[in-house]
């Protein structure tokens, strides 16, 4: 009688290996989703929280912050006015050591800041205060805006980095592909916000993520905060 062959012929254990694989890609797929997800929370929340800080520091001061454009931390200012300002607005990172705030995104990058220097003056605004304000749009080139009266607006550049400041280092990461992205690094007063994109999309590559401060929200705080009138 032939002796009966023990273990896995190689066929088999090639059918073993495609099964596991497919088992495992369907269990790190969906985590990996759920990490990404988790950063993009974490990371709003932390955006979340700045804006608050841009408010009351608003309200205890009588104006907004302007922006860090040396990487320090600190608002950078000359004189009365913001240092740096590009047609009337301040732009660099969001000036953390100034509000008290340790601010980096889930991915370790800094919050890109930019404000309208009629907010952020050394002078009081006041109610009648109504220039030419930051907008966010829902693609480059502004066709159609979400807001254009924004007076700052908080920008974290994402997984991809892209354009953003290391928190660790201080490098700057390449700068955008899409036009999108370009569009929040470009130093204008436009802003794009839009769903999250993958590499090779039709509109191109995204994954910003974006939240302003409306002109009327800081007028309301102000005046609750005796600020204004």
């Not at 979340?48 to 040396?70: I, K, W």
């Not at 890109?112 to 952020?120: F, G, I, K, N, T």
Request: proline residues 3%; glycine residues 10%.
């Amino acid at each position: 009688m032939p002796r009966r062959q023990l273990g896995f012929s190689f066929l088999e254990l090639a059918v073993a290996m495609f099964i596991l694989t497919l088992l495992l890609g369907s269990i790190l797929v969906p985590l990996a989703t759920q990490v990404e997800q988790r950063q993009i929370s974490e990371s709003l929340r932390t955006m979340e929280q700045a804006r608050d800080a841009l408010l009351g520091h608003a309200m205890a001061f009588g104006y907004l912050p302007c922006a860090d454009t040396d990487n320090d931390g600190a608002e950078n200012v000359t004189g009365t006015a913001c240092t740096g300002t590009a047609a009337g607005i301040a732009h660099g990172n969001l000036p953390w050591r100034t509000l008290g705030l340790a601010a980096s995104d889930a991915w370790g990058n800094r919050i890109r800041y930019a404000v309208h220097e009629d907010y952020a003056r050394r002078t009081f605004f006041t109610l009648g205060t109504n220039t030419s304000n930051l907008r966010v749009c829902e693609a480059a080139g502004c066709a159609t805006d979400l807001t254009s009266s924004a007076v700052a607006v908080l920008i974290s550049h994402g997984k991809n980095g892209y354009g953003a400041t290391n928190s660790a280092g201080g490098s700057v990461y390449a700068a955008p592909t899409s036009a999108d992205e370009l569009e929040n690094t470009d130093a204008d007063r436009d802003f794009v916000s839009r769903v999250a994109t993958a590499t090779g999309a039709a509109a191109g590559e995204f994954d910003d993520i974006l939240i302003w401060l409306p002109r009327y929200i800081l007028f309301n705080r102000m005046v609750t905060a005796g600020r204004l009138p």
